[in-house]
């Protein structure tokens, strides 16, 4: 079965201090995951307008590169 993150999944893990324990949580099966077109507008568009730290989006631009 694969995964389709939607944004406030991806808000909730960029908040996390554990987030690679939380993708395992979501993923124990290493699964596929997704993120649709629409939700990495949103979530880029949020941290622009949130001004999240550097390394909130770095966290974020790492896991969407993959």
């Known amino acids: 079965m694969n995964i389709l993150l939607d944004t406030n999944i991806l808000v909730f893990l960029t908040r996390s201090k554990n987030f690679d324990d939380l993708i395992r949580f979501i993923n124990p099966q290493d699964a596929l995951i997704y993120v649709s077109v629409v ?28």
């Open 39 to 66: 939700t990495d507008a949103e979530i880029r568009s949020l941290a622009l307008r949130k001004k999240w730290s550097i390394g909130r989006i770095e966290l974020l631009e790492n896991f969407l590169a993959v």
